[in-house]
């Protein structure tokens, strides 16, 4: 019997004015989840999505940088000393970078003045991949591997070194401060074995982060942009092998603090899980971290996992998160 773990990535939340002070997974209307996954724990979120998975399918933390994480998860080349550089939709202004969460209403904009602009970077032997809403990933061979603000939350200016950082104000110059910052850089060291239980599993997001971890644990990976999609590829995935599906909507609109849109790709969700997994026999639900509707930040807390399978485990019970799969998976 293979297990599909379903990451509903950032579900947690603050209590929400507009919903009465519920969260909003706490108001939306998902009645397969709750019947299905009827054994409910929880475990300790973490800041960043690779941050969490690489702990919960290693039992350690990371040593590859986000960017190089992604530059894998999108075929990107990190080979030969590669430095990789994640970029995010912000604008600088009055000395800030405010990161975009609305980017796709200029995305395409965006996108067409970094490739006009290109060329900034020729000497250094450049690719790069965008994916939603004008993000980014960059690998070129560069020795610069500058420490710069992460998102979400907006920070003072910091200039970016060399070519990269003309290429950034070059952009930012031509679209009245809306530019491509870099941050998560770094290139390819160590990373570490994934646990022996999960077999060769199949990846399946829209998301780098996710499908760069799974990548770098030599698992198969599956890039849908669409959710609709994602769920045959996943059944069809489960026939063969254990499948991480990977819900990265749910965060997204929590960062644009839009507790209705969390609501309905919850609900949205739910629908589709049981139309196509209504007969799963092993099935976890699990969050990364917390990600507020009210803030659009982060919330490092407790997160809840939710299965079907029969464990050791107290309902209710705080389970460390390096013991999370070998405990589920040793029930098999």
Not at 120 to 127: A, F, T, W
Not at 159 to 184: H, Q
Not at 239 to 255: P, W
Request: aromatic share 10%.
């Amino acid at each position: 019997m293979n297990t599909l773990f379903v990451l509903l990535d950032g579900m947690e939340d603050h209590p929400h004015p507009l919903l009465g002070g519920k969260k909003p997974y706490e108001a939306a209307n998902m009645p397969f989840m709750y019947r299905k996954a009827k054994h409910k724990f929880f475990t300790s979120g973490k800041g960043y999505t690779q941050l969490f998975l690489n702990e919960f399918f290693t039992g350690r933390p990371p040593e590859l940088p986000r960017a190089v994480l992604e530059a894998m998860g999108l075929g990107l080349d990190i080979s030969n000393g590669r430095t990789a550089y994640r970029l995010s939709p912000a604008e600088i202004k009055d000395g800030m970078i405010r990161w975009s969460y609305h980017a796709h209403l200029f995305c395409d904009e965006l996108m067409s003045t970094i490739m006009r602009n290109f060329h900034i970077l020729r000497e250094h032997d450049p690719q790069i991949e965008f994916f939603l809403n004008g993000r980014a990933v960059i690998t070129m061979v560069c020795d610069d591997v500058p420490d710069l603000p992460a998102p979400p939350v907006d920070a003072p200016f910091k200039e970016v070194p060399g070519d990269l950082g003309k290429l950034v104000m070059k952009v930012a110059e031509e679209m009245n401060g809306i530019t491509d910052y870099p941050w998560g850089c770094g290139r390819y060291t160590v990373q570490y074995k994934p646990y022996e239980c999960l077999g060769k599993m199949t990846a399946i997001s829209d998301s780098p982060t996710a499908l760069g971890v799974a990548a770098s644990l030599g698992h198969d990976i599956l890039l849908i942009n669409q959710v609709e999609d994602r769920f045959p590829a996943a059944k069809e995935a489960l026939e063969r092998g254990n499948v991480f599906l990977h819900i990265d909507e749910v965060d997204e609109y929590s960062h644009q603090k839009d507790p209705y849109k969390k609501i309905e790709i919850l609900e949205r969700t739910d629908r589709l899980m049981e139309k196509y997994f209504s007969d799963a026999e092993r099935v976890v639900y699990f969050v990364d971290h917390g990600t507020s509707c009210v803030t659009g930040e982060h919330i490092i807390m407790n997160v809840p996992f939710w299965t079907n399978i029969e464990t050791d485990m107290s309902d209710g019970e705080l389970i460390p998160l390096d013991t999370v799969i070998p405990r589920l998976m040793r029930q098999r």
